[in-house]
């Protein structure tokens, strides 16, 4: 989907306000962080944090590898 966003200055930035319907749809609220990524197409703004993926990853192998003093302790 592509729509266009208007940008407006805010204090020494400039912000771009998001449609409703998109940030309903991506369950963003105000406060919530995303991420500017720039590319050759331009500018992707996205939810996605790589940091929080690879944190998560690494506790599902810690968890899949003491899965057994997991369970001992969670008594």
């Known amino acids: 989907m592509v729509k266009q966003?208007?940008?407006r200055?805010?204090?020494g930035s400039i912000?771009?306000?998001l449609p409703k319907d998109m940030v309903d749809r991506l369950h963003l609220?105000?406060?919530?962080?995303?991420?500017a990524v720039e590319?050759?197409?331009g500018?992707?703004?996205t939810p996605y944090d790589p940091e929080?993926?690879?944190?998560?990853a690494i506790a599902r192998r810690v968890a899949k590898k003491?899965?057994?003093?997991?369970r001992e302790l969670a008594k």
Request: hydrophobic fraction near 45%; charged fraction near 20%; aromatic fraction near 4%.
């Open 9 to 11: 200055r805010a204090g």
């Open 43 to 45: 500018i992707l703004i």
């Open 29 to 35: 609220e105000p406060g919530d962080r995303v991420l």
């Open 5 to 7: 966003l208007t940008l």
């Open 39 to 41: 590319s050759e197409q």
């Open 52 to 56: 929080v993926e690879q944190a998560l």
């Open 66 to 70: 003491y899965r057994n003093a997991l």
């Open 15 to 17: 912000g771009a306000t």
